[in-house]
């Protein structure tokens, strides 16, 4: 195993290292939130809506195939070149993006950025593991989670600024001076890295088939949380093909010489776990961060600004929760402890806002902090669990899969609530706003509060009263749906971290 401290490596290089990693994290997470609040003005431009939720989607997707792949790739030949080559990448599409002149290229540069990104976010996680050993990465992983949980707050409100001052091209231009110097400090501080000894052999088919597995499972979902019924023939369909990918991928992974995603990993009873732990917290985290100002503007009748404000405690929470994790783990050399405290507290606090009105908003926002606390927890310690139970051969694998559950969860998370809350709002007497949010392109919530606000005044407190009984029923769901994490965080093993044994840091 790599050491901490290799010849010609001091104190100071992990320090500059960090910095650059942590770069390449927040641009990445950026992206995925920055967009949503000009998605009006670009549709507004381009008169387009039939692409328009791909600019969301289409990155998410990109992101979520590129990041396994990555994962193999810097096992193989090493990670400074493909961290370099992702940041490279992520930056022109920013470009491509600014300089779109329709909504294809939008969505085509988009795609490209969403390739780049997979790259920065899964190969700087890696990099963590080669070089500090596991006993302390728990701190290191914390402040990754703070670095999302940082772009999650920034990212619309200066998503909202750029468009409402300057122009949503703007959104995206914003990443050239970011991105460059992103680049230039990874390209001078990566350096001593460890640099595979092995022959590198590429699985092209299983790419290929996981490239069409994924996307199609992806695809379906997202058409699923806007609007499409399971029984559609073109979500069937997408679902059948990932279905048949997926299986044909598992069955050539099995057969293969130097496999994409090594078969014997899904073996690994921690390392199992740990995933179903990543996917749950992720599928809460991502899921309530749209939920709940849809909740609060819709019920309430506050405007977009106060409902990202009414988001400010969970997303507050999520740094807390990541370092006290991070310091913990380090300490005492046990990371279930954490991801058990953090699962058993995210049904409890999601029960919790179900039966609290937004309008209560101290105990609202006491446990939208507590969520936010909750997932901190179970974010870093996830992923170096799992670094911890596999070899370092396949640390790069590893934690790129963790990152591909921690994708898969927040996406899946958001296409069910989504179509859930479109199911509830038509089988209640609410039906006519469901009719106006279905013709609403991704789940915006905007159509929901036009159709709200054209009600005069009784019938709108009516509907109010109506909608926050859905979001309660909802949110009950969402909570339901949390006790598997639980499950999973009760069911795995107690072990003890890799380095330091001897002395707690």
């Not at 289409?58 to 990670?79: N, Q, S, W």
């Not at 992520?90 to 490209?112: H, K, N, W, Y």
């Amino acid at each position: 195993m790599t050491n901490l401290h290799q010849p010609g490596q001091t104190k100071p290089a992990i320090r500059s290292i960090l910095i650059a990693l942590m770069l390449a994290i927040f641009l990445g997470a950026l992206d995925q939130t920055i967009v949503a609040v000009s998605i009006p003005a670009i549709s507004a431009q381009f008169k387009d809506v039939g692409l328009l939720a791909w600019v969301i989607s289409g990155y998410m997707v990109a992101m979520t195939v590129a990041v396994p792949i990555y994962g193999k790739l810097g096992d193989l030949y090493g990670r400074r070149r493909l961290m370099l080559f992702g940041m490279g990448l992520f930056t022109l599409a920013s470009l491509f993006c600014g300089m779109a002149q329709s909504m294809e290229q939008l969505v085509l540069a988009r795609i490209i950025q969403g390739i780049g990104a997979g790259g920065m976010i899964s190969v700087s996680q890696a990099i963590i593991g080669d070089i500090i050993p596991p006993r302390e990465r728990g701190r290191y992983q914390g402040y990754f989670s703070s670095m999302y949980a940082v772009a999650s707050v920034a990212g619309p409100v200066l998503g909202g600024y750029m468009t409402e001052y300057l122009s949503w091209r703007w959104v995206f231009l914003i990443n050239l001076p970011l991105g460059l110097g992103a680049w230039l400090v990874a390209q001078r501080t990566l350096v001593g890295l460890p640099i595979p000894q092995r022959k590198p052999i590429i699985d092209y088919l299983g790419t290929v088939l996981m490239i069409i597995g994924l996307t199609a499972l992806l695809l379906g979902i997202t058409e699923v949380g806007q609007g499409h019924r399971w029984n559609d023939s073109q979500v069937l369909g997408l679902l059948i093909t990932a279905v048949i990918a997926l299986l044909l991928f598992v069955l050539h992974e099995r057969r293969t010489l130097e496999p994409l995603l090594p078969m014997h990993l899904f073996l690994n009873r921690n390392a199992l776990l740990c995933w179903c732990t990543i996917f749950f917290t992720s599928f809460q985290a991502i899921s309530l961060t749209v939920l709940m100002p849809l909740r609060f503007q819709s019920v309430t009748g506050a405007g977009a600004d106060s409902a990202a404000l009414h988001l400010l405690p969970l997303v507050m929470g999520l740094p807390m929760g990541a370092y006290f994790a991070g310091r913990m783990t380090s300490v005492t050399g046990y990371y279930k402890p954490m991801i058990l405290t953090g699962a058993l507290l995210m049904p409890l606090t999601i029960l919790g806002m179900a039966f609290t009105p937004p309008q209560a908003v101290l105990l609202s926002s006491l446990f939208m902090w507590v969520s936010g606390i909750a997932g901190g927890l179970q974010f870093p310690t996830s992923l170096v669990g799992t670094q911890n139970s596999v070899e370092q051969r396949d640390i790069g694998v590893a934690t790129s899969t963790t990152n591909l559950f921690r994708s898969l969860g927040g996406a899946v998370g958001v296409a069910l609530m989504s179509a859930l809350l479109l199911a509830l709002l038509q089988d209640s007497s609410l039906t006519h706003l469901a009719d106006a949010s279905m013709v609403a392109e991704g789940t915006s919530g905007n159509a929901l509060l036009e159709g709200l606000n054209s009600a005069d005044g009784p019938a709108r407190d009516a509907l109010r009263g109506e909608l926050q009984l859905t979001f309660r029923h909802l949110l009950l769901i969402s909570a339901a749906v949390a006790l598997l994490g639980l499950a999973a965080a009760i069911a795995m093993p107690n072990k003890v971290l890799r380095g330091r044994e001897d002395k707690a840091h």
